[in-house]
């Protein structure tokens, strides 16, 4: 699975489809976008980036497409030379409306194809106009559409060539059984949120015995997010302070964010920090050059409270809302 590079360090994973993905990306998700996602990804791909991960949902694919344009103009990247993730928003779960996101999306990020698409939730959103979260009286507006109709509208991007891979985001251990059942491409990835506070053991080892690379979102719990963002007691935007962290990160000489990353890193599972400050995004691409004792990566896991940042609670009455 893992490949190695010229400095013997694994820096890319290989997906079941034969593709390569660098196991370090740059995350785009803003909440609040205050600063340029354009300068981000160009300071990303001058510290030696070669993997951003955005959305449709982001709508920040027209800056991405700007940096990378630019870049390329500068001759310090080639198209080929970079690992490009987009995803399915879940207002475009109807077949005639999936390749009509994607092209959208290809369109804002300048590009003739995506190397990685995701439907990015496996619950379906109602379609009303641009609208990221269609509301009627204050709720949510969920559709019906069945996941697997939506992966067969995947399947067929695929065979156009405007995508090299496809996989899910947030999906469950019963919605991939289910995925592997019925469809015929097997899913290449599934995206979802991991850290020390939320380990996933069951999802990592199933997802391994298929075949399916897991990518880290949130790695470091999702700190930037505005208060209104948080849960409460039970919120992982903490975990870069907790003592556990900080007491490995002072005996390896790392910061508690490299840490972090190595966690994932060195378990082959590819992960997406973001950041918009140069100085952090190039701290986080040095977790190539230390690896961590099993006994720091046990105590890591040993920090597992089940936490998320992300889950979308409003929709849990949905019978395809992932998460328990």
């Given amino acids: 699975m893992l490949s190695m590079e010229d400095t013997q360090e694994v820096r890319h994973?290989?997906?079941?489809d034969g593709s390569r993905m660098p196991l370090l990306g740059l995350g785009t998700w803003k909440p609040v976008q205050q600063t340029s996602i354009q300068g981000a990804v160009e300071a990303a791909?001058?510290?030696?980036?070669?993997?951003?991960?955005?959305?449709y949902c982001?709508?920040?694919?027209?800056?991405?497409?700007?940096?990378l344009r630019s870049k390329m103009e500068q001759?310090?990247?080639?198209?080929?030379?970079?690992?490009?993730?987009?995803?399915?928003?879940?207002?475009?779960?109807?077949?005639?409306d999936i390749p009509v996101c994607l092209?959208?999306?290809?369109?804002?990020?300048q590009l003739d194809y995506l190397d990685l698409y995701l439907i990015h939730f496996p619950v379906g959103l109602k379609k009303m106009g641009d609208e990221l979260f269609p509301r009627k009286d204050g709720k949510i507006l969920t559709s019906d559409i069945d996941y697997v109709d939506v992966w067969r509208g995947m399947e067929a991007l695929q065979a156009t060539g405007k995508v090299k891979s496809i996989g899910v985001s947030n999906f469950s251990v019963l919605q991939l059984e289910r995925l592997l059942a019925l469809c015929r491409v097997p899913p290449a990835v599934n995206q979802v949120e991991?850290?020390?506070?939320?380990?996933?053991?069951?999802?990592?080892?199933?997802?391994?015995?298929?075949?399916?690379?897991l990518t880290a979102f949130s790695p470091l719990g999702s700190p930037g997010r505005p208060s209104d963002l948080k849960r409460g007691e039970a919120d992982p935007h903490t975990l870069m302070e907790d003592p556990v962290v900080a007491e490995i990160a002072g005996r390896y000489r790392r910061s508690p964010a490299q840490v972090l990353l190595?966690?994932?890193?060195?378990?082959?599972?590819?992960?997406?920090?973001?950041?918009?400050?140069?100085?952090?995004?190039?701290e986080n691409a040095k977790v190539f050059d230390f690896s961590l004792a099993e006994d720091d990566l046990d105590a890591l896991r040993g920090l597992d409270r089940a936490w998320r940042a992300c889950a979308l609670d409003e929709i849990k009455s949905h019978p395809y809302y992932p998460f328990e």
């Fill in 75 to 96: 001759g310090i990247i080639r198209r080929e030379d970079m690992f490009i993730v987009s995803k399915l928003w879940c207002t475009c779960f109807a077949p005639e």
């Fill in 45 to 55: 791909i001058a510290a030696g980036y070669r993997h951003i991960d955005t959305a």
């Fill in 262 to 282: 190595r966690y994932h890193v060195q378990q082959g599972i590819p992960v997406i920090p973001k950041s918009d400050k140069p100085h952090h995004i190039l």
């Fill in 58 to 67: 982001y709508r920040n694919e027209v800056e991405i497409g700007r940096a």
């Fill in 194 to 213: 991991l850290h020390p506070y939320l380990v996933q053991t069951d999802l990592i080892e199933f997802c391994r015995s298929k075949n399916i690379t």
């Fill in 103 to 109: 092209n959208k999306s290809l369109q804002d990020l």
């Fill in 13 to 16: 994973v290989g997906l079941n």
